[in-house]
């Protein structure tokens, strides 16, 4: 397949009208982004009010996009026990279900049985996948766009069999 041009993820998710989903693989991610808040939580051991305020952008779009009835759902399969970076991110899992998000998780032997794509990605109304390509240490290498009909009904499919597995963050501990 080609590479294709993937516009910003804002422009994605204002273009989705009914539902986004995102599943998550790793056990970690170098995201540079995200670097002040991971090591301000690995020295505090909390989200603090200006991890809250990076956040914003994200959490606005959230907002904005679960207001016009779009549902958006998460889901991470993870190794247990979990890794530094999981447990960072499940201390700020609450900031992204206040805007909207619907998130679970799902320990790797419970999705041992299932099929599943080879990398993350956003599943935006069952219709158009944006897959996102990381390096063994985490960090970001590229997104793709995908619009193959058996392509979308493999991550439809292995999105709602994560689900149905997993368990919702508020009963998920680490």
Same mark, same amino acid.
């Given at each position: ?5 993937? +516009? +910003? ?8 009208? @009914? ?7 790793? $056990? =970690?991610?170098?995201?540079? =982004? ?13 989200? /603090? +009010? ?15 996009? /679960? !207001?016009?009835?779009? #549902?958006?759902?998460?889901?991470? &399969?993870?190794?247990? +026990?979990?890794?530094?970076? &999981?447990?960072?991110?499940? !201390?700020? /899992?609450?900031?992204? &279900? ?8 799902? /320990?790797?032997?419970? *999705? ?6 080879? *990398?993350?990605?956003?599943?935006? $109304?069952? @219709? ?6 990381? *390096?063994?240490?985490? !960090?970001? #290498? =590229?997104?793709?766009?995908?619009? $193959?009909?058996?392509? #979308? ?7 709602? !069999?994560?689900? $149905? ?7 998920? =501990? #680490?």
């Amino acid at each position: 397949m080609k590479p294709s041009v993937v +516009p +910003p993820f804002s422009d994605l998710i204002t273009g989705c009208q @009914r539902s986004a989903v995102h599943l998550e693989l790793r $056990d =970690s991610y170098g995201i540079p =982004s995200e670097d002040e808040d991971f090591a301000e939580w690995r020295e505090l051991g909390t989200i /603090t +009010p200006a991890s809250v305020e990076r956040r914003r952008d994200w959490l606005d779009l959230v907002r904005t996009a /679960t !207001a016009r009835g779009v #549902v958006m759902k998460r889901a991470r &399969i993870v190794s247990v +026990p979990v890794s530094e970076y &999981i447990r960072y991110e499940h !201390a700020g /899992t609450y900031l992204n &279900i206040a805007a909207g998000e619907q998130i679970r998780w799902l /320990t790797r032997p419970e *999705a041992a049985t299932l099929a599943l794509p080879g *990398a993350d990605f956003w599943l935006f $109304d069952d @219709r158009l996948i944006r897959f996102g390509h990381f *390096a063994g240490d985490g !960090a970001f #290498v =590229s997104h793709d766009l995908n619009e $193959d009909p058996e392509t #979308v009904k493999l991550c439809a499919d292995a999105f709602a !069999a994560v689900w $149905d597995r997993a368990t919702p963050h508020e009963e998920f =501990s #680490v």
